[in-house]
């Protein structure tokens, strides 16, 4: 059943139907874990028994009422459409949405950050014996499987395939596997070296020429990101302890404010590399890691760029050289979601682009707010339409091309 009282900004009106959404999430609670992905998680559910997470919760059925309340207010598994597609795009025409980026929420996202952890933390799902990252791999499959059952769904839901290996071969695989299949998003954690090799390495060129030609996105996402830091002792003192912990990162003051981190440096290396001169199709967008970094990475690595040959043996010519600045690299080739608390409008007014960001839901999280809409439209009232339909409409269509 849904109640009709539009949960649609005034202002968004006009674009009801056709606004995209860079950042949702699929939330399946562990009950339900075998049923959505398959007999392969049994030791994982198994490994959760005595989770405190939300995602431990009972969830008999996604059946909570869609409406303007419950859609914006509604949490994890008991959001409508949380974890039922026919749900989720029931949920998507009545906010307007007409097509949405659907990040793991559960196997895929917790068997990534296992892979990252299974060696260095054996207390970590200690039930789960044997090569644990191999099994791991086995979750992200799992998650893989899915998107693919889900994309021949719908077109609207692009769930977004999870790209990890040891190595090169095996990376540019599993990628070509899920595209081929009819998956329209990969995910590539940004806080490790992609197929052990740096982004902007040689090695990778056929698989960003295969991103590039299936107009698929390359993203990164909050999540993953053990490996950048080695240590988490980082985040060792007092002030940082007794915050909340939420289903993908810690909310503590030092983890928010480096967040963002491991995608930067991800950014910069294929940028300043060359990997947008030689893929110039390529589409990378980077979700809920914030967005307010963006213009002063562009001035900095615009700044380098013009002074580099103070630093060069050479010219950097032929197949080094940059033919662009970088920052029109990122203007052109990049997109990048909001949280809702983000002063947008501020962003716009020092560095003018208004082209890169994009709205996101974070939908079913709570990290997306209460009124994401309301949140993020207001700070762009005073730049008028053009630049609304710009971060509701028009730039996530480099991520949801149709």
Known sequence: MTQTTSPIPTVLQPYAGTILDADSHEYTPVNMWEEQFGSVVRPFVEAHENSKMPIRAFVAADDTEISADTVWNTKFAKAPGAFDWDRRLEVMDFTGIDRQLVFSGSVGLYGTSFFFRADAFPNMYRSIEGDRKAYALKLIKAHNDFCIRIARKSDRLRQVGIALADNVEDLYAEVKRVVDAGVRAVWIPSAALPGGVSPAHPRLDPLWDLLAAANVPLLAHVGADFEFLKTAKWRDAPQFQGWKAGEEFQ????????????????????????????HPGLRFGACEVTAQWVGPLAQNLDFWHEHQRKFSLGNMEGNLRLSMKPSDYIRRNCRFSLFDIEPVDIYIDQFNMP???????????????????????NRLLRFGPEVMKKVFVENCSWLLPN
């Open 251 to 278: 909310m503590d003051p030092w983890t928010l404010s480096t967040l963002h981190l491991p995608v930067q440096n991800f950014l910069a290396t294929m940028v300043l590399g060359g990997v947008f001169e030689r």
């Open 355 to 377: 082209e890169v960001y994009c709205y996101a839901s974070d939908y079913p999280h709570p990290e997306g707010g209460r009124n994401p809409m309301g949140d993020v439209s």
